[in-house]
């Protein structure tokens, strides 16, 4: 699947999209929090690597770090990748670093075979945001009551 | 965002004072403020209601913590009324009907030193003016406070209250013996808080059921905030002993509501030396087991449901989960149907005999 974020598909660099993203990594896993979305992600082994190394760097720039590392070919290591970078351009994770410079970070140590680069989603907390929009106000502009 | 402020209307300090007003009007109606203090957080809070309406509702789960009146100002003011009792009511809003965000934040009425949140469906006003340590709650009837803000009042008050600290409110639980102590920490149905009980049945002290504050100082320490528990009807049931301490009349999806202090106020106990993080977690066999946990499951199980339960310094709570899950060990805590033994093994982890 190709995806129409030009930040993605034209090689452009990438970034945490915004400072409502919090993340942080322990050795091979990561934790991601969607402030806003009230989700929240775990990306492990090599899902957590790539996510290190993605901040400032291109797609194809971590596919080719890759694809040196690791025998199994460019066919195999570049569409699953490619995916789950885009994976997380649709959940609002990482988008186009829109001039922003961030720090790159080298990819960390990745398990000894290429694996496909997944994340886990939850979503069971995202009720506690009460994200339901307020419709009606009174007169003197506090929410009526239903 | 700003739309009030920028449209030349009132913003948040001018809305701000005029609620301290409303509530300076509310006491005098109710023929003054009825005022305790308590020691949260290492701080003197002085709790101010107008009258006598909102008092058992938000000062029945602090009452462990209450203290003599103190001389000269309190770290904290928080003040509380209610219409129905008072015949005042909240300012008019001043922002438009678009304001209203996620957790109640009211978008340009909340910057670096006030806080404007109205809680949807619910309708409670909280507010806080950090350079002076003053925090507002109003809601229009006393007794429509529903049972769980009666298990933590002034929650989000206190929440703010941190900002820039090292304390850090959390949805946990907390245990502990001769001052050093563990967090429990889990969603609903995980066991914590038939885990808490069954270490206060086991002469355990006690920090908190569902929020306890931690501060990251060295060591890290667990802040009791509430001598309340919150339990399911079948959970109360394998705890005959403290039906008496049930402070809600239930019914519905009411959870019982259990006020622990005066009767237990021995071993309500704060603050405490933190040992470890337990995530704990039913499995149907019979054996009660630990098993090393990684950080990582530690701010999974600690910073989602803090983060999205209390509203603003997201980044910050988010931060400092991370820095504790950091400094101190996380075991998941398998629990055996033998509950008795269930209470053993969180002594062994608060004492360092568990694990070997």
Request: net charge negative.
């Amino acid at each position: 699947m190709r995806v129409a974020y030009a930040g993605v598909d034209a090689g452009g660099r990438l970034d945490v999209t915004s400072a409502n993203i919090v993340n942080e990594t322990f050795d091979d896993e990561t934790v991601v929090v969607n402030l806003d979305a009230g989700t929240y992600f775990s990306l492990t082994r090599l899902a957590s690597a790539v996510w290190v190394a993605l901040p400032g760097s291109t797609v194809d720039e971590i596919v080719d770090q890759l694809v040196d590392r690791y025998d199994a070919g460019r066919e195999a290591i570049e569409p699953p990748v490619r995916a789950f970078v885009e994976a997380l351009v649709d959940e609002g994770l990482v988008g186009p670093a829109d001039g922003r410079t961030p720090a790159r970070t080298p990819l960390p140590p990745v398990p000894d075979t290429f694996e496909a680069p997944a994340f886990e989603k939850f979503d069971d907390m995202q009720d506690l945001l009460l994200l339901d929009p307020i419709h009606d106000v009174d007169p003197s502009g506090w929410p009526t009551r239903p | 965002m700003a739309h009030a402020a920028l449209s030349g209307q009132r913003g948040p300090a001018a809305f701000f004072a005029d609620a301290v007003d409303a509530f300076a009007r509310a006491a005098e109606r109710a023929g003054g403020a009825v005022e305790a203090e308590f020691d949260l957080l290492g701080r003197r809070v002085l709790v101010r209601c107008a009258g006598p309406a909102l008092v058992p509702a938000l000062t029945g789960a602090l009452d462990h913590r209450r203290r003599p009146p103190g001389a000269g100002s309190p770290d904290l003011t928080f003040c509380a009324w209610d219409e129905a009792s008072t015949g005042v009511g909240v300012p008019p809003a001043p922002w438009p009907p678009t304001a209203y965000g996620a957790k109640g934040v009211i978008d340009g009425f909340n910057d670096d030193r006030f806080s404007t949140v109205f809680a949807p469906g619910v309708d409670l006003l909280n507010a806080f003016d950090r350079a002076r340590g003053v925090g507002l709650f109003w809601i229009e009837d006393a007794a429509a406070v529903p049972y769980w803000e009666r298990g933590f009042p002034f929650r989000t008050l206190l929440h703010w209250a941190t900002a820039g600290s090292p304390a850090q409110l959390v949805h946990s639980g907390a245990v502990g013996i001769d001052g050093t102590g563990v967090l429990l920490t889990g969603a609903g149905g995980s066991g914590k808080s038939t885990t808490t009980l069954l270490c206060l049945r086991a002469g355990m002290d006690y920090a908190g059921d569902d929020y306890v504050a931690f501060e990251l100082s060295s060591p890290p320490q667990v802040h009791s905030l509430y001598s309340t528990a919150k339990v399911d009807p079948p959970t109360l049931e394998r705890f005959p002993e403290l039906v008496p301490l049930v402070g809600n009349a239930g019914g519905g999806d009411e959870k019982a509501l259990l006020f622990l202090s005066p009767a237990l106020a021995p071993r309500l106990a704060s603050p405490l030396r933190l040992r470890a993080v337990l995530l704990p977690h039913v499995t149907g066999g019979p054996e009660t087991r630990l098993e090393p946990a990684s950080p990582v499951a530690a701010v999974r199980a600690l910073a989602p449901t803090t983060v999205f339960q209390l509203p603003r310094q997201d980044t910050e709570s988010f931060r400092r989960v991370v820095e504790l899950s950091r400094r101190v060990p996380a075991f998941t805590l398998h629990l055996g149907t033998d509950v008795e033994r269930i209470p053993e093994v969180v002594a062994g982890v608060v004492e360092g005999r568990f694990p070997a």
